[in-house]
């Protein structure tokens, strides 16, 4: 059974940054597409970024140049690396698993974590 446990949320300031993990259990990079998404009140969820098994990544277009995915694969722990952040950032970001297409577009149709908030304010 796949399972996802994000954590590193936290609140801060418009231009701070934060690092997200999440670690899996049931699930390893070099097998299955990795990523994040987030869902802010009030809008759909929103893909950010994905990984795959081969290491190539895709990413939406409002997060490139400021947020970062990585994998340390002994730790079966990614990462994502945020800075510049926003009060349009704010959301609950959430880890997810799949094994078919990889992309950041469909990550969220995999298995999820429960979230950890992320809140920027300005």
């Known amino acids: 059974k796949v399972q996802l446990v994000e954590s590193g949320g936290g609140s801060v300031q418009s231009g701070g940054s934060l690092r997200l993990s999440c670690v899996g259990s049931g699930v390893t990079a070099a097998n299955y597409c990795l990523g994040w998404f987030r869902r802010a009140p009030g809008r759909e969820r929103e893909g950010l970024v994905a990984?795959?098994?081969?290491?190539?990544?895709t990413y939406v277009e409002s997060v490139k140049g400021r947020f970062t995915i990585s994998q340390d694969i002994p730790k079966n722990t990614i990462y994502l690396q945020m800075t510049s952040l926003s009060p349009e950032d704010t959301a609950m970001y959430y880890c997810?698993?799949?094994?078919?297409?990889?992309?950041?577009?469909?990550?969220?149709?995999?298995?999820w974590g429960q979230g950890t908030q992320v809140t920027v304010t300005s």
């Open positions: 997810a698993a799949k094994d078919s297409t990889c992309n950041h577009l469909v990550i969220d149709s995999g298995t």
């Open positions: 990984i795959a098994p081969a290491g190539t990544t």
